[in-house]
C-alpha cells in the first residue's frame, strides 16, 4: 500500500450493523487499498480510526474478520462511546445506529467539530434538524445525510430528463419498496418495536421525489397494516401507505404514493421489491429496480441463500475482467462521494480557503442537510399521523406552511389541532 502520510482523513463510525457491511466496509476497505485521488485535494490516504457501537461485539468480529484489509481501529461500547470515539481527532464521522438514534449521535459529532454523515432518515423531527444544522454552521463542519437512491442510474436519468425539459411537469407518482419478514423479524427484531418501514425506506422516495422534481410539499397523509411485526392494535407497523401532495411555482399539484412493508415472504425472488411510476404532462416513466436485468436460478441456493433477481447496480461483488476482486455499486459511491468531499475540504486548497470550499459543498442539496427540510418534514407528518393511529385516531392530516403554522396535524371532523412545527418548513 502507499500512502502520504501528509495528508490523511480519519474517519469514525457510530454502528456496524447491515448498512455498515454493505456500504461503509467496502468503502474503507477500497479506500484503504487504493487511497482517494483527484487533481483538487491529491493524494488522500482514508483510515477508520475509531468505531463506537453498543456493546462492541460487532466490532470485533469485524477486526477478526477483516485483517489487514482494514486500518486498525480503537473500538468503543457502551453507554459514552461516541464521546470517547470522539477524542480520536476524526475529520469526519458517520452515524448508522437505528432511526430513533441518529438525531443523538449526530449532534455529538457535530458539536465536537467533526464533518457528519448521518443515514438517511437525518433525524425524525425538524426540531432536530434545525439543531443539526445550527451546531454545524457555528463549528463550520459539513453535515450530510446518505440517500443514495439519489445515485441509482436509473433515478439519474430520469432527473436529467426532467432537468432537460425532455419530461414536463410531473402530475403523480407511485413508489413501492417492500423488505423480507427477515428485516423486521430478525436484523431489526431489536429495535422494531414502535417503529414502521415507512420512516425506514419510503425516505429514500421521499427524497427522491423532492430532490428530481423540486416544488413545496403541502400535505401528508398516511395509513397502514399491524397484526403480524406486533399486536393489530399496537405501535409497530407491518406496512404503509403515505401520500404527499406538492405544489409548484405555476400553482399546479401532483401526488405521489409511496408503500412501503417488511414482511414480504422470505421466498420472495428478490432481495427487496422497488419500483416506480411517475406520470408526466407529456410522458411516462417506469422503472422497476429489481426486474432490470438479471434472473438466475441455482439449485440449493435460490431463493434463499441468494435471490432470483439481484440489483448489481446498488451493491454487488464482482470479478472484475482484469482479475481483481471487487465489491461495488451506487450504495458505496455515495460514501466516496462524501469522502472526497472532505477530503476536498481538507486538502483541496489553502487553510484560508476553507470557508469558500465550505460554502460550495453546502450548497450541494443532494445531500446537505439543510435541503433536507421537506424530507423530514414529511417523515415527521408520517410519525404523528401513525402515532395518532395506534392511540385510536386515524385518518389525520398534517399540512405544511399553512395558516396555523409549519407542520400541522388534523384530526378528522374536529376543529382541534397540533403544532408538529411552528416555524417555516
Ligand atoms: N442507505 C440504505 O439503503 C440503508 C439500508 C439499511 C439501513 N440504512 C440505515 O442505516 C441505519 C442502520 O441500519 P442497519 O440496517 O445497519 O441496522 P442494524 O440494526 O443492522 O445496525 C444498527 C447498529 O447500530 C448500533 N447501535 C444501536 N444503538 C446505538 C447507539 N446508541 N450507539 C452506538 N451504536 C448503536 C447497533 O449495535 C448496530 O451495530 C438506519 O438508519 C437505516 O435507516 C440505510
Not at 472526497?340 to 460550495?360: F, M, N, Q, T
Request: aromatic share 10%; hydrophobic share 35%; charged share 25%.
Amino acid at each position: 500500500m502507499t500512502t502520504n502520510p501528509l495528508k490523511t482523513i480519519r474517519a469514525g463510525m457510530v454502528g456496524m450493523g447491515m448498512i455498515f457491511d454493505e456500504t461503509y466496509r467496502p468503502f474503507f476497505e477500497t479506500a484503504r487499498a487504493e487511497g482517494l485521488y483527484d487533481r483538487k485535494f491529491g493524494d488522500v490516504s482514508v483510515e477508520l480510526s475509531a468505531v463506537a457501537t453498543r456493546t462492541g461485539k460487532r466490532a470485533e468480529a469485524y477486526r477478526n474478520r477483516a485483517g489487514d484489509a482494514i486500518h486498525s481501529f480503537e473500538s468503543f461500547s457502551g453507554e459514552d462511546s461516541v464521546d470517547q470515539m470522539l477524542a480520536a481527532n476524526l475529520d469526519f464521522a458517520c452515524v448508522a445506529t437505528p432511526d430513533n438514534r441518529h438525531f443523538e449521535a449526530s449532534k455529538k459529532v457535530l458539536e465536537a467539530g467533526t464533518n457528519l454523515l448521518v443515514e438517511k432518515p437525518s433525524v425524525l423531527r425538524l426540531q432536530e434538524l434545525d439543531e443539526l444544522q445550527r451546531i454545524a454552521e457555528e463549528k463550520n463542519v459539513l453535515a450530510k445525510v446518505v440517500y443514495h437512491k439519489l445515485l441509482d442510474p436509473d433515478h439519474k436519468k430520469m432527473r436529467t430528463l426532467v432537468a432537460d425539459g425532455v419530461l414536463q411537469h410531473v402530475n403523480t407518482g407511485y413508489c413501492s419498496l417492500l423488505e423480507p419478514k427477515s428485516i423486521s423479524g430478525g436484523q431489526f427484531a431489536e429495535w422494531i418495536r414502535g417503529r414502521n418501514p415507512g420512516t425506514y425506506v419510503a425516505v429514500h422516495y421521499i427524497k427522491l421525489i423532492d430532490f428530481s422534481f423540486g416544488g413545496k410539499l403541502k400535505t401528508i397523509t398516511a395509513s397502514g397494516q399491524r397484526g403480524l411485526v406486533g399486536p393489530a392494535d399496537g405501535n409497530t407497523w407491518d406496512s404503509n401507505q403515505m401520500k404527499m401532495v406538492y405544489e409548484y411555482d405555476d400553482g399546479r399539484e401532483a401526488a405521489f404514493d409511496i408503500h412501503t412493508s417488511w414482511v414480504t415472504p422470505d421466498n420472495f425472488p428478490g432481495y427487496v421489491e422497488q419500483e416506480v411510476q411517475f406520470r408526466f404532462d407529456n410522458g411516462l416513466w417506469n422503472g422497476h429496480s429489481r426486474k432490470r436485468g438479471v434472473e438466475a436460478t441455482v439449485e440449493d441456493l435460490t431463493p434463499f441463500k441468494m435471490k432470483n433477481s439481484i440489483n448489481n447496480h446498488y451493491n454487488g461483488e464482482f470479478l472484475e475482467p482484469w482479475g481483481q476482486r471487487s465489491q461495488r455499486g451506487y450504495g458505496i459511491e455515495v460514501i466516496e462521494r462524501y469522502a472526497r468531499e472532505v477530503a476536498y475540504l481538507e486538502h483541496g486548497g489553502p487553510k484560508e480557503e476553507r470557508p469558500i470550499r465550505l460554502g460550495e459543498l453546502r450548497s450541494l442539496s443532494y445531500n446537505d442537510v439543510s435541503a433536507d427540510r421537506q424530507t423530514v418534514a414529511a417523515v415527521q407528518a408520517l410519525e404523528a399521523i401513525l402515532e395518532k393511529a395506534a392511540a385510536g385516531e386515524p385518518d389525520c392530516t398534517v399540512r405544511v406552511n399553512c395558516q396555523h403554522g409549519g407542520l400541522v396535524l388534523y384530526r378528522p371532523g374536529s376543529s382541534e389541532y397540533e403544532i408538529l412545527y411552528e416555524g417555516t418548513v
